[in-house]
T-cell receptor, first 115, second 112 residues
Framework: AQKITQTQPGMFVQEKEAVTLDCTYDTSDPSYGLFWYKQPSSGEMIFLIYQGSYDQQNATEGRYSLNFQKARKSANLVISASQLGDSAMYFCAMRELGGSYIPTFGRGTSLIVHP | DADVTQTPRNRITKTGKRIMLECSQTKGHDRMYWYRQDPGLGLRLIYYSFDVKDINKGEISDGYSVSRQAQAKFSLSLESAIPNQTALYFC???????????FGPGTRLTVT
């Protein structure tokens, strides 16, 4: 069974609007970390944001925030004030800290920002 | 200079050929990983290494082998390349704390 599920293969947003990219996860480990990465068309993987399972507050990094709902096992990425340069693939990943520490990635969501 | 480098960046090879992809890092991390990316499938783990003497198979290790020559170097080999190994390959490193992985720029491999 997939441990990380990204249900949106593609998303579209108007420039300057906010967009939410969905991510749900499955784990029985009480200690884990959640990550989001961005992959622009040039191909490199860029780390965006991290949320630990024991963190009390949602993580934020500039225009990126992680809407962490532990009971629902969701870790949605919110991008505020979208820019054309936000057009990219976005990957959610999880690392279980009680096990092998090996991250598992979702299949990704393609985001296109329209002017 | 980039913290994680991969060579070559692009490679076209023929079915049956042996090919090696190389990864070097200056992060000082013990943990290194090889992933492949195929459209619609995300990143899938091929092999990982927690130190020079510790090498482990990932979910899709068949047809691949690795060598950890030093803390900073981790190579991936395709002993006899086949067309369905055409993909984008990433090397990554991480430290022991539960933080992010640092990725190389990727190697685009085409097997004809």
């Amino acid at each position: 069974a997939q441990k990380i599920t990204q249900t949106q293969p593609g998303m579209f947003v108007q420039e300057k609007e906010a967009v939410t990219l969905d991510c749900t996860y499955d784990t029985s480990d009480p200690s884990y970390g959640l990550f989001w990465y961005k992959q622009p068309s040039s191909g490199e993987m860029i780390f965006l944001i991290y949320q630990g399972s024991y963190d009390q507050q949602n993580a934020t990094e500039g225009r990126y925030s992680l809407n962490f709902q532990k009971a629902r096992k969701s870790a949605n990425l919110v991008i505020s004030a979208s820019q054309l340069g936000d057009s990219a693939m976005y990957f959610c990943a999880m690392r279980e800290l009680g096990g092998s520490y090996i991250p598992t990635f979702g299949r990704g969501t393609s985001l296109i920002v329209h002017p | 200079d980039a913290d994680v480098t991969q060579t070559p960046r692009n490679r076209i090879t023929k079915t049956g050929k042996r090919i090696m992809l190389e990864c070097s890092q200056t992060k000082g991390h013990d943990r290194m990983y090889w992933y492949r990316q195929d459209p619609g499938l995300g990143l899938r783990l091929i092999y990982y290494s927690f130190d020079v003497k510790d090498i482990n198979k990932g979910e899709i290790s068949d047809g691949y082998s690795v060598s950890r020559q030093a803390q900073a170097k981790f190579s991936l080999s395709l002993e006899s390349a086949i067309p369905n190994q055409t993909a984008l390959y990433f090397c990554a490193t991480s430290d022991e704390s539960p933080y992010e992985q640092y990725f190389g720029p990727g190697t685009r491999l085409t097997v004809t």
